[in-house]
């Protein structure tokens, strides 16, 4: 199947201003007018300002940002009217503005800037549909553009695997698991706290042994919103590689998936003895209706992953499968766990503990996650009626 991006970049105008226009500019009033060609946007403002326009997709969105710009007191957004759903701000960086427009569907829009005196005005047109942009490159995102005033950051709980006496699947050239996917899980912090909407938790910060029912325990004291576990799998046929996306069932998907959970399920014991301590009721968890909903989000995240990630990292054709996996068992938080290769495959190992290989899987898994985000916090503001 055809890989379509989930956020396709479309730079709409940029407005190249002298340094004349450096005097910072407030945004005093917006308004949407709608006309028989499309929904025009006109903004009214203190001054003249550098400004962007581009738009996102699933959902899609027309995104401004103003330089050196902030919103003048008792600004309100418009209503909703024509093509745009809802608009709400935020500060993509300090001293700066941003402007989101929730659309109704894909859009062309063509922007110019008027000025009246010391004032100034710009009028976004927002017409038809937007074009194919295949090929292009995706913009540097953000989720705080999706985030009401006053809610709190999004939490992404990366768990390193294994770790202390458990070193996990060790590699032909005797790489440790556990080294392999702590140095993942802070790459991927990095890049998820670089989103001002977003806050990495790593549950593992070093070499250390954590049982399993603490890993999603801890994570859900976060109060994580998404609970990723990073892996490197290992097999007899050193031939296998490639990535896969394991998400929570009573009943594996295949031999393999069954093979994995029993290996995985074991990292509480060493040396025969049982390190985990789990309660009778956590090991039988019953998957009621909260924790129905969480595997469905897992999963539907499982299939956004490796759409995502693809350009960065190999999958094996069959990506995503189910396991009883202990330590995606938390009823309430979606989880996945990430097999990122095969550490007992040459090639696999290699690429798994380069920096350049773990910077790529860290980049697949950040485009993965701020899509989910924004699918779920524009889907929370359309049933609010936002």
Same mark, same amino acid.
């Given at each position: 199947?055809?890989?379509?991006?989930?956020?396709?970049?479309?730079?709409?105008?940029?407005?190249?201003?002298?340094?004349?226009?450096?005097?910072?500019?407030?945004?005093?009033?917006?308004?949407?007018?709608?006309?028989?060609?499309?929904?025009?946007?006109?903004?009214?403002?203190?001054?003249?300002?550098?400004?962007?326009?581009?738009?996102?997709?699933?959902?899609?969105?027309?995104?401004?940002?103003?330089?050196?710009?902030?919103?003048?007191?008792? *600004?309100?957004?418009?209503?909703? =009217?024509?093509?745009?759903?809802?608009?709400?701000?935020?500060?993509?960086?300090?001293?700066?503005?941003?402007?989101? *427009?929730?659309?109704?569907?894909?859009?062309?829009?063509?922007?110019?800037?008027?000025?009246?005196?010391?004032?100034?005005?710009?009028?976004?047109?927002?017409?038809?549909?937007?074009?194919?942009?295949?090929?292009?490159?995706?913009?540097?995102?953000?989720?705080?553009?999706?985030?009401?005033?006053?809610?709190?950051?999004?939490?992404?709980?990366?768990?390193?695997?294994?770790?202390?006496?458990?070193?996990?699947?060790?590699?032909?050239?005797?790489?440790?698991?556990?080294?392999?996917?702590?140095?993942?899980?802070?790459?991927?912090?990095?890049?998820?706290?670089?989103?001002?909407?977003?806050?990495?938790?790593?549950?593992?910060?070093?070499?250390?042994?954590?049982?399993?029912?603490?890993?999603?325990?801890?994570?859900?004291?976060?109060?994580?919103?998404? *609970?990723?576990?990073?892996?490197?799998?290992?097999?007899?046929?050193?031939?296998?590689?490639?990535?896969?996306?394991?998400?929570?069932?009573?009943?594996?998907?295949?031999?393999?998936?069954?093979?994995?959970?029993?290996?995985?399920?074991?990292?509480?014991?060493? =040396?025969?003895?049982?390190?985990?301590?789990?309660?009778?009721?956590?090991?039988?968890?019953?998957?009621?209706?909260?924790?129905?909903?969480?595997?469905?989000?897992?999963?539907?995240?499982?299939?956004?992953?490796?759409?995502?990630?693809?350009?960065?990292?190999?999958?094996?054709?069959?990506?995503?499968?189910?396991?009883?996996?202990?330590?995606?068992?938390?009823?309430?938080?979606?989880?996945?766990?990430?097999?990122?290769?095969?550490?007992?495959?040459?090639?696999?190992?290699?690429?798994?503990?380069?920096?350049?290989?773990?910077?790529?899987?860290?980049?697949?898994?950040?485009?993965?996650?701020?899509?989910?985000?924004?699918?779920?916090?524009?889907?929370?503001?359309?049933?609010?009626?936002?």
């Amino acid at each position: 199947m055809r890989r379509i991006s989930a956020l396709a970049l479309s730079l709409a105008a940029f407005a190249g201003l002298s340094a004349a226009s450096a005097q910072a500019a407030q945004l005093r009033g917006l308004s949407l007018v709608e006309g028989e060609d499309g929904t025009r946007a006109v903004l009214e403002l203190s001054g003249p300002a550098d400004y962007k326009l581009f738009t996102l997709a699933n959902p899609d969105r027309l995104v401004l940002d103003l330089s050196r710009s902030s919103l003048a007191g008792g *600004f309100k957004p418009p209503a909703p =009217n024509g093509v745009v759903s809802g608009v709400r701000t935020g500060k993509p960086a300090e001293g700066d503005l941003r402007v989101v *427009f929730d659309l109704g569907r894909g859009v062309q829009p063509r922007s110019r800037l008027e000025r009246e005196g010391d004032s100034a005005r710009l009028v976004v047109e927002l017409l038809g549909n937007a074009p194919a942009l295949a090929g292009k490159p995706a913009p540097a995102r953000t989720v705080e553009d999706v985030i009401g005033k006053g809610e709190r950051k999004l939490i992404v709980a990366i768990d390193a695997g294994h770790g202390g006496k458990d070193p996990g699947a060790i590699g032909p050239t005797r790489k440790f698991e556990k080294d392999i996917t702590l140095a993942m899980a802070r790459e991927l912090a990095k890049q998820v706290n670089a989103d001002p909407g977003m806050q990495a938790y790593l549950v593992r910060d070093g070499d250390v042994f954590i049982p399993l029912h603490q890993r999603y325990q801890r994570a859900r004291e976060a109060q994580a919103d998404l *609970f990723i576990s990073i892996h490197a799998d290992a097999a007899e046929n050193t031939q296998a590689q490639g990535a896969t996306v394991y998400t929570l069932s009573e009943t594996a998907s295949d031999r393999e998936a069954a093979r994995l959970a029993a290996r995985e399920n074991k990292a509480d014991i060493l =040396n025969g003895v049982n390190l985990g301590g789990q309660s009778g009721d956590v090991s039988s968890i019953l998957i009621d209706l909260t924790q129905r909903e969480s595997l469905n989000i897992s999963a539907s995240f499982a299939r956004l992953l490796q759409r995502e990630a693809a350009p960065y990292v190999p999958f094996r054709s069959s990506y995503h499968r189910f396991a009883s996996l202990m330590v995606l068992k938390a009823p309430d938080t979606p989880s996945i766990l990430f097999e990122t290769g095969y550490i007992s495959n040459a090639d696999d190992a290699a690429f798994l503990s380069s920096r350049e290989g773990q910077s790529k899987i860290a980049r697949g898994v950040a485009r993965a996650i701020e899509v989910h985000f924004a699918r779920k916090l524009a889907m929370r503001g359309r049933t609010a009626g936002g």
